[in-house]
T-cell receptor, first 110, second 111 residues
């Protein structure tokens, strides 16, 4: 099956770290992605990881992949109010078909 | 130019109208996509064009008709839509084995 699950909502204080989690079921996925969507806008690619990697770091973003548990996470360090948005994880076996997660709404308060 | 540009940003149409959504990219990407996104839901794939040929149609009703005139352009022709077709329509493009880049979408309202 192709189910990608995320928790619906996360609230953090400005300056703290945020961790957004994602579980997927398709073990043949080759790429896993994190996209950000602000209100009224399209999807912005934040980062992605190949399935043969365990971790990827890009400035304030850290992606962790646990293939055994089919678990993907996105950690945002020093979360800012501008990080408030909906975050979607997505998986693909080949990049012609992305399967999106249900989305996590991140709210950052002062 | 690293953008996917969609026009119009907003569109209101009646159920008997014919309209078109347009998408353009100049990144040399070989694949282009249409996604539909309802409020508070993830995007759902509609169509994929690869090298200007339709490669995936996710059982989309025929009132939605895609067209890829050249490698930089993708259109979605709309005819006899229903109110439940109101949504954000997102276009995306990608290179071979590379992430998708999305436009900002067209917010469609069918009255």
């Amino acid at each position: 099956g192709e189910d990608v699950e995320q928790s619906l909502f996360l609230s953090v204080r400005e300056g703290d770290s945020s961790v957004i989690n994602c579980t997927y079921t398709d073990s043949s996925s080759t790429y896993l992605y994190w996209y950000k969507q602000e209100p009224g806008a399209g999807l912005q690619l934040l980062t992605y990881i190949f399935s043969n990697m365990d971790m990827k770091q890009d400035q304030r973003l850290t992606v962790l992949l646990n293939k055994k548990d089919k678990h993907l996470s996105l950690r945002i360090a020093d979360t800012q109010t501008g990080d408030s948005a909906i975050y979607f994880c997505a998986e693909s076996y080949n990049t012609d078909k992305l399967i999106f997660g249900t989305g996590t709404r991140l709210q950052v308060f002062p | 130019d690293t953008e996917v540009t969609q026009t119009p940003k907003h569109l209101v149409m009646g159920m008997t109208n014919k309209k078109s959504l347009k998408c353009e990219q100049h990144m040399g990407h070989r694949a282009m996509y249409w996604y539909k996104q309802k409020a508070k839901k993830p995007p759902e794939l509609m169509f994929v064009y690869s090298y200007e040929k339709l490669s995936i149609n996710e059982s989309v009703p025929s009132r939605f008709s895609p067209e890829c005139p050249n490698s930089s352009l993708l259109n979605l022709h709309l005819h006899a839509l229903q109110p439940e077709d109101s949504a954000l329509y997102l276009c995306a493009s990608s290179r071979e084995n590379s992430p998708l880049h999305f436009g900002n979408g067209t917010r469609l309202t069918v009255t």
